[in-house]
């Protein structure tokens, strides 16, 4: 009785020490690509990315986040997409900021758009204050779907789901790229970026903008620049500009930076 009794005691004591300790939940990753840096402070964190897009010289620059996804995940899996964002440079319009949803049709890879600021113009941000897009993927949710078959500008994620639900989703990006509708710089802070029940707040992980990790995307993306992206006639290419060619490589073959 006596044994039992200290059995007892010690899964008691075993409980007790599992409900004191913290549940550790992996922090989504990142990884950064063309004008984009980690700058301080975030928004209610140390740090955030900075994105930003300036044409100069030969074309667009970019900037932007790849955020990653739990492997076999589909489009209808995706319940929650949503950042803090501030513009210290320009505003939104022209295409961009935006998330950009990796998806595998039975033609390739294709991108679900989806656009921050105000519907349907997605266009005059105001500066220097921080906004919450809120949840971009609820039922009336408006995305742009028109890169894959049947899709149309302004589709609601319920529509999406119906046509898409079931294909792989692979990687979303969060791109700003649209400094040519303002001809001047655009620039975006963008913050706790959450996808699901993750939430990236920029802390660590994931490498830098161009100067950053990428090896040999890096050397690829250096194959775009003076005219080269139109050296690449067949796949990857053919690309529509240096920008696109840029993007490509920069996603790790995820992303044509298309519209």
């Known amino acids: 009785m006596k044994v039992l009794r200290l059995l007892l005691a010690s899964l008691v004591l075993v409980a007790f020490s599992f409900a004191l300790s913290p549940v550790v939940v992996a922090a989504a990753s990142f990884d950064l690509f063309g004008d984009a840096t980690l700058i301080s402070p ?19 620059t970019f900037g932007g986040a790849n955020l990653s ?34 998806v ?9 758009q989806i656009y921050l600021g105000p519907y349907p113009s997605y266009a005059n941000c105001a500066q220097n204050i921080w906004t919450s897009s809120g949840n971009l993927v609820t039922a009336a949710s408006f995305v742009d779907t028109s890169q894959l078959p049947g899709g149309t500008f302004y589709d609601t994620w319920t529509s999406a789901l119906a046509k898409y639900g079931t294909f792989p989703l692979t990687g979303i990006q969060l791109v700003t790229d649209s400094s040519w509708s303002f001809g001047a710089t655009q620039t975006v802070i963008v913050d706790n970026v959450m996808i699901n029940a993750d939430t990236v707040t920029f802390e ?26 139109q050296d690449f006639a067949s796949s990857p290419g053919p690309f529509r500009n240096q920008g696109q060619c840029v993007s490509f490589f920069a996603s790790g073959g995820r992303s044509r930076g298309n519209r």
């Open 69 to 102: 996804v739990p492997a076999g995940m589909t489009v209808n899996q995706l319940t929650n997409l949503a950042t803090d964002y501030m513009f210290t440079a320009a505003s939104c319009g022209g295409g961009s900021p935006r998330f950009q949803l990796n």
């Open 42 to 60: 975030g928004h209610n964190s140390n740090t955030a990315a900075q994105l930003r897009s300036n044409v100069s010289g030969s074309g667009l």
């Open 204 to 229: 660590s992980g994931g490498g830098g903008g161009d100067g950053g990790g990428g090896g040999g995307h890096d050397r690829d993306k250096e194959k775009c620049k003076k005219g080269g992206w």
């Open 104 to 112: 595998t049709t039975a033609t390739g890879s294709k991108n679900i």
